[in-house]
């Protein structure tokens, strides 16, 4: 294949997706802020950039994957950003979880420049990137999602559509790791029930994941919660925090009541407090057994 692809950033979700974009064969430009940290890609075929700007390809197609609002924001509107030189029917495919205000303030600018903003969130956690076992959700321009079709393809095991609009992905990106935060408290509660009154909570994990909630993500975080093993992290405490804090804003400005996002706000905010937020998102649970008093900070 001979399409050329930019990649911006190079975390743990971004370096195996760009990855799989080099296997796949295309060729690729990417750009780190800590460059040391694309040198495996470049012994891979990878050209790394020193400047932002530079990760702009003939094919005038740039992937991001940053950790928040002021990264992308950053990477389109910084003085060294690609907003006004990505050039006329240029994509940006925003693949990071943001506001959806970010999303359509970035469409906008996007718009104006003749270029095209594509968000394209995804669900999956390191593991699932690198096996290209990513579900993405995607929303923007009609056109410019033909063209990003097999890229995105390349990276994930299914694509789902929500419309023209850029900020409905987010809007459904948030929703989602909503769920998988409630899901995370919910068994954090039930297995310190289970630990407090006598019973393992591995094995009443292995009994749920198994029966009545043999899905992904009581399989995969119900294990984690089981045996209370919180690193390495996968998806960090303080991005947790972050998207929450988001779903928060999103649900006070549509009038939208959330009282168990307000908890997982809450949870989320005193393990930031004591310390754990570089600490895997499930670290959460810490809270229900420091409340039984099974641990302490």
């Avoid at 043999?214 to 303080?238: L, R």
């Amino acid at each position: 294949m001979s399409q050329s692809v930019g990649f911006i950033g190079l975390g743990r979700m971004g370096e195996p997706m760009a990855r799989n974009l080099l296997r796949a064969g295309y060729k690729l430009r990417v750009y780190n802020r800590t460059s040391s940290k694309a040198q495996a890609l470049a012994a891979e075929g990878a050209e790394v950039v020193e400047n932002l700007r530079d990760v702009i390809n003939p094919d005038g197609i740039v992937v991001s994957m940053v950790a928040n609002d002021h990264a992308l924001q950053e990477v389109v509107f910084g003085e060294k950003g690609i907003g006004e030189a990505l050039g006329p029917g240029g994509i940006h495919i925003s693949m990071s979880t943001v506001s959806p205000l970010t999303a359509q303030k970035l469409a906008a600018h996007h718009e104006k420049q003749g270029t095209a903003y594509l968000a394209a969130p995804v669900f999956g956690r390191p593991e699932a990137a690198t096996a290209k076992k990513l579900w993405v959700c995607l929303s923007g321009d009609s056109k410019a999602k033909v063209r990003a079709r097999t890229i995105l393809e390349a990276l994930s095991q299914e694509i789902f559509d929500f419309g023209d609009k850029p900020e409905t992905a987010s809007v459904v990106k948030l929703a989602g790791n909503f769920l998988i935060g409630a899901a995370i408290e919910a068994m954090a509660e039930a297995y310190t029930f289970a630990e407090k009154n006598g019973v393992s909570r591995k094995d009443v994990a292995d009994l749920f994941s198994k029966t009545f909630l043999s899905c992904p993500i009581y399989q995969n975080y119900g294990k984690v919660i089981a045996a209370q093993e919180y690193k390495p992290a996968g998806f960090k405490v303080s991005l947790g925090l972050k998207d929450m804090t988001l779903l928060s804003r999103v649900a006070a400005s549509s009038r939208t009541p959330m009282p168990l996002g307000a908890l997982l706000q809450e949870r989320l905010q005193a393990a930031v407090n004591k310390g754990r937020s570089d600490m895997d998102w499930t670290a959460l649970a810490i809270e229900a057994s420091e409340d039984a008093g099974l641990r302490q900070s």
